[in-house]
């Protein structure tokens, strides 16, 4: 018998521009996430000054937002279609993240805009099982046991089985929600 709290589910997916400097090329990488999402974007600070690079520590220098639910599966299912569903072993870290990028985010069915430019985005995708929030709660916060952690070849797995095995049955379900949900993308069949 199967345990239940073995299933691997979808948590978010985290869209990220790291612009490398603060002021105006920063705000217009919050605009397009802001376009993408419809959510207020987070900057991130530099934790390290880098003279070499002009960064100072405490400087923001990149902005990301955290999709959950339809909306992050669908744009993590636009993020595959621009990488054709190939990723390499170093895709998958070894805490249940799934991470790829692509160089430019006209792909994604966007129209360019002068005033925002062209940016790169960064996918990380989390994954989560039932009980994996002790880790994060505020009382009793615990450790979780490395045997109930998600490793690399689960991520893999999960990869492999929702992805390639339900993608006809996925494409066919979200078609409706990308019409309905933003004009912004674009879905064919």
């Known amino acids: 018998m199967k345990n239940i709290n073995d299933n691997i589910k979808f948590d978010r997916t985290i869209l990220l521009i790291q612009v490398g400097t603060s002021g105006y090329k920063l705000q217009r990488a919050a605009k397009l996430i802001k376009k993408i999402t419809n959510q207020k974007p987070t900057f991130s600070k530099a934790k390290k000054t880098n003279k070499s690079f002009g960064i100072r520590k405490g ?24 990488k054709n569903f190939s990723l390499i072993e170093s895709n998958f870290s070894e805490n249940s993240n799934v991470n790829f990028g692509i160089k430019d985010h006209l792909n994604l069915g966007l129209r360019y805009e002068q005033t925002i430019g062209i940016f790169g985005f960064q996918f990380c995708v989390t994954l989560h099982k039932k009980g994996m ?16 952690r998600i490793t690399k070849e689960q991520s893999m797995k999960w990869y492999l089985v929702i992805l390639f095995l339900g993608l006809k049955n996925f494409s066919v379900n979200v078609s409706k929600f990308i019409y309905k949900s933003s004009h912004y993308y674009h879905y064919s069949h």
Do not use: A, D, P, T
């Not at 929030?133 to 490395?146: C, D, L, S």
């Open 59 to 82: 400087e923001f220098i990149s902005c990301f937002s955290s999709i959950r639910g339809k909306k992050g599966v669908l744009i993590l299912f636009k993020g595959m279609q621009l």
């Open 133 to 148: 929030r002790i880790r994060f709660r505020k009382k009793m916060q615990r450790k979780i046991n490395k045997k109930y």
